[in-house]
């Protein structure tokens, strides 16, 4: 057995572990063990894949495998991973193990909750192993409909209409998609749907990548929040429980970004090079419109909700942006911004059932109250408005330098406009910090409040770490994920 295939099985057993467990701390137990297995698993299949590299192994896809399941339409289980891969699932398992801990004291359905919390989690593992396009597809949907049931039954406010729109929006987002890959499939002649052989074959005629590329690209970048199908993301954020806002902004609207560049853009680079500047006008406008949005907004989630908005814009845009820095440097903000976001969602959530509001006008003073959780907010807003020091700086910076790098005068003052969002940013985020942690408690109830439990520490630390990390010591993640996206870019210019 191939052992990028135990990123599926150890959900699935702890999907079997959870159905038979009886009581809340063997729900607990599954939740904690399977989820330490999958981070120590990402964490090795990260530091082979480094020594790989550097022993010389050039393979493009390394632990390649390849079962054939459904023959009449060469669709198989294929699996394997490149830079951008191994990052992702890294990423997706330190938001798994860390929204665990998030939801240490959900209450009510907890066992049914996290039931439905690891599909999710095994359809974002299935996506990012994959390199057959059905079963990306099928991985894709396994994920996303998790979703409906979690905001639905155990999310906040209005919380049926958020778990709706979402659900229909992602979902016609998936009807493109569909439609896309079986005009992939069928134009290029192609024996197979691994995506690797389709690319090296280069036989799309022009036309045809031209009619499907916006297909795949709209209908993996409604995920990545791009404009204007970026609507389901703020309702869907503020009233999705924390783990899954954790999940959902952290990891899940990353595989938007890694499905354009992956699918869309690496097997039609024909089509992204005639159309990528009508997809760029668009990303620019998510980048600036999600900044100022979320200056005007008033409840923490929402905030953070239209600043991800933002960011996931940023990442579309890196890519469009098509050079070897700027698409490097997307990869990297996929992996901060997934890091800093749910670190945020944590933390609005921790304070948010400690105060039972989110909105700033009635939050003050949580400095004096509850100082860890304060600290941490500091943290995460500082890396948000990119700090030197944290993950988004590097991220930003790589994006900024690789995007200028187009000598055109279209693809420069695009990226000065993108540049704008920074400024607005620190705006919002400093605004928020000062009126909601500093400053006389004007509710005398606050004053009872308890800081930080063990289980909540135990998240937000690692969070931390992984974001102050990566800010100090960015040169692994980004020779690894370098060294990806050469042979993808190489393909589309």
Not at 37 to 56: M, P
Not at 149 to 157: K, N, Q, Y
Not at 332 to 352: D, E, K, R
């Amino acid at each position: 057995m191939n052992i990028l295939s135990l990123f599926v099985l150890i959900p699935a057993l702890m999907l079997l572990c959870l159905w038979l467990a009886k009581n809340l701390n063997q729900v607990r137990g599954v939740m904690v063990a399977g989820a330490s297995c999958l981070l120590a698993l990402s964490i090795w299949l990260t530091i082979y894949f480094i020594q790989q590299r550097a022993a010389g192994n050039t393979d493009v896809m390394l632990l390649a495998a390849s079962t054939p399941w459904f023959k009449p339409l060469n669709i198989a289980y294929s699996v394997g991973v490149d830079g951008i891969s191994v990052v992702m699932l890294l990423l997706s398992s330190i938001i798994v193990f860390t929204g665990t801990f998030a939801s240490w004291q959900l209450k009510p359905m907890t066992k049914e909750y996290f039931l439905w919390f690891t599909l999710l989690s095994t359809g974002v593992y299935g996506f990012f192993i994959c390199t057959d396009m059905f079963t990306m597809f099928m991985f894709y949907e396994v994920a996303l409909i998790p979703m409906y049931l979690l905001i639905g039954v155990w999310g906040s406010g209005n919380k049926e209409y958020a778990a709706m729109k979402l659900t229909l929006m992602l979902m016609g987002g998936s009807a493109l998609l569909i439609l896309g890959i079986l005009g992939i499939y069928y134009y290029s002649g192609a024996t197979t749907m691994n995506v690797n052989e389709i690319a090296a074959m280069h036989n799309i005629p022009v036309e045809t990548q031209k009619v499907f590329f916006p297909f795949i690209f709209i209908g993996f970048g409604v995920l990545g929040a791009l404009f204007p199908f970026h609507t389901w993301s703020p309702d869907g954020h503020a009233s999705a429980p924390t783990a899954v806002s954790m999940l959902h902004a952290g990891v899940l609207m990353k595989l938007g970004g890694y499905g354009c560049f992956r699918v869309a853009m690496y097997l039609l680079p024909d089509a992204a090079n005639e159309l990528a500047w009508i997809f760029l006008i668009l990303t620019t406008i998510s980048v600036v419109y999600g900044a100022f949005s979320a200056c005007v907004q008033t409840d923490l989630k929402y905030i953070n909700a239209y600043s991800s908005v933002s960011h996931c814009g940023l990442v579309l845009f890196a890519l469009l942006m098509m050079t070897k820095t700027s698409c490097t440097g997307a990869i990297l903000q996929m992996l901060s911004h997934g890091l800093m976001t749910a670190l945020f969602f944590a933390l609005i959530g921790m304070i948010y059932g400690r105060t039972h509001t989110r909105d700033i006008r009635y939050l003050d003073g949580l400095m004096k109250i509850m100082p860890f959780l304060a600290v941490g907010y500091v943290v995460a807003g500082l890396a948000n408005l990119g700090l030197p020091g944290f993950s988004g700086f590097i991220a930003e910076m790589t994006i900024f330098v690789g995007s200028f790098e187009n000598p055109d005068q279209f693809h420069r003052v695009a990226t000065i406009i993108a540049c704008t969002s920074i400024v607005v940013t620190a705006v919002y985020i400093l605004r928020v910090v000062g009126k909601i942690l500093y400053g006389e408690v004007k509710n005398k109830h606050y004053l009872e409040l308890t800081d930080a439990t063990w289980d909540e520490r135990v998240a937000v630390i690692c969070l931390i770490a992984c974001v102050a990390g990566l800010g100090l010591f960015p040169l692994w993640a980004s020779n690894v994920i370098s060294d990806a996206v050469g042979p993808i870019l190489a393909n589309i210019i």
